[in-house]
Each structure stands twice: as structure tokens, then as C-alpha cells.
T-cell receptor, first 109, second 115 residues
Framework: GQNIDQPTEMTATEGAIVQINCTYQTSGFNGLFWYQQHAGEAPTFLSY??LDGLEEKGRFSSFLSRSKGYSYLLLKELQMKDSASYLCAFMDSNYQLIWGAGTKLIIKP | KAGVTQTPRYLIKTRGQQVTLSCSPI?????VSWYQQTPGQGLQFLFE???????NKGNFPGRFSGRQFSNSRSEMNVSTLELGDSALYLC??????????????FGPGTRLLVL
């Protein structure tokens, strides 16, 4: 079967670093996406990983290990505007996205 | 370039009614996917349309249907509404059909409340 899991909620301090983990199980894999969704708004694309390793994009980085079925999103120098839900999703063998329930990130001053 | 637009943004219906939601993709994008989002659950895939053809369908009952027009605009219809259909309905567009590296861009969603 297929499943994907990420923590429901995390709290971090402004200026700090936070890592949001995502684990998945699937027989067919065509990449993993991370999206950010502010309350009441549309999800916006953050990153895509299809090969193992770390992809860095400014304050945000995403890591993938296909053998472990594991990804994380790393946010550095946290700002209050980073308070949002972070959604991970993998693309299965039918090129369909399977989504996690999202991690609500709360940033405290 | 204008983003994905969805209309209406909010909708209140009663059980048994039907509803039609509309989605206009980013100019030049030919694929539209629809999702249902409810609190505590991940986005649930409804269907994907590419070049007016349904490419993929999620695990939803036949009350949920959709179509795509020649200009890539898409509509989703839900008939015989149930209380459990209350959700945020998101559409996402991509340049090509879903595939490796194909990124989806989301609209603001239509929030449907069924009473």
C-alpha cells in the first residue's frame, strides 16, 4: 500500500532553525514535493526532489533519501511569516500526488 | 502572468442540491487537477484533466464529476450533496500532464458548506 506521514504540529522560535520530517511508503516513486499553505490560502510550491540529497533554496532546504522513504524540509532564520502548514506529497507510479496531512508550524517571538 | 483562479470562493448549499465549481488555469497550462481538503486530512485527489480528457481519477463516488473545455478551463460538479462534502476544493494547474518534475500551481480554492 501507500502512505505518507508527517508531524501534526511543531513549534519553533523566531530566528531559529526547524526541520520538518516526512516519511512515506510506496512501490512506485516519481519525486517528492513540499508546499507551504498559509491559513485560508492556496498551497504554494516550495521544492521538488527526485534524486537523493539536499536541495537548497535560500532559507529553505529539502532533503530526500529514497532508500529510507524519508524527506525533510529545513527552514533557517525563521521569521514570523513562516507560520503556516507545510505539506509533503510524493508522486506515485501513476504520476498522482499522494499528500500528507500537513505540519502546522507555529513560530514564537 | 495571472495565477489560477477559482469561482466562486465561497458557497453554501443544502443537502441534496448540486453544485458546479469553476477553475481557470494559468495561461498556457493544459492540465488541471482537483483536490478536496478537509481539516486534519491531506489533500484528497479527485481527478486530473489534460487536453479535455480525464487522465486520472481518485477514489470518490460518481456524484463527483468534472470536465475540461478547449481553453483548458475546468469545471467540477457534485450532485446530491451530503454534509460530508463540506470542504475546501482546490484546483491546480500545470504546464503538461502530471509527470516527473511537473509542478502544480494552486488556486485559492472554493470553500463549500453543506447544511
Amino acid at each position: 500500500g501507500q502512505n505518507i506521514d508527517q508531524p501534526t504540529e511543531m513549534t519553533a522560535t523566531e530566528g531559529a532553525i526547524v526541520q520538518i520530517n516526512c516519511t512515506y511508503q510506496t512501490s512506485g516513486f516519481n519525486g517528492l514535493f513540499w508546499y507551504q499553505q498559509h491559513a485560508g490560502e492556496a498551497p504554494t510550491f516550495l521544492s521538488y526532489n527526485v534524486l537523493d540529497g539536499l536541495e537548497e533554496k535560500g532559507r529553505f532546504s529539502s532533503f530526500l533519501s529514497r532508500s529510507k522513504g524519508y524527506s525533510y524540509l529545513l527552514l533557517k532564520e525563521l521569521q514570523m511569516k513562516d507560520s503556516a502548514s507545510y505539506l509533503c506529497a510524493f508522486m506515485d507510479s501513476n504520476y498522482q500526488l499522494i499528500w500528507g496531512a500537513g505540519t502546522k508550524l507555529i513560530i514564537k517571538p | 502572468k495571472a495565477g489560477v483562479t477559482q469561482t466562486p470562493r465561497y458557497l453554501i448549499k443544502t443537502r441534496g442540491q448540486q453544485v458546479t465549481l469553476s477553475c481557470s488555469p494559468i495561461s498556457g497550462h493544459r492540465s488541471v487537477s482537483w483536490y478536496q481538503q478537509t481539516p486534519g486530512q491531506g489533500l484528497q485527489f479527485l481527478f486530473e484533466y489534460f487536453s479535455e480528457t480525464q487522465r486520472n481519477k481518485g477514489n470518490f463516488p460518481g456524484r463527483f464529476s468534472g470536465r475540461q473545455f478547449s481553453n483548458s478551463r475546468s469545471e467540477m460538479n457534485v450532485s446530491t450533496l451530503e454534509l460530508g462534502d463540506s470542504a475546501l476544493y482546490l484546483c491546480a494547474s500545470s504546464l503538461g500532464a502530471s509527470g516527473v518534475g511537473e509542478t502544480q500551481y494552486f488556486g485559492p480554492g472554493t470553500r463549500l458548506l453543506v447544511l
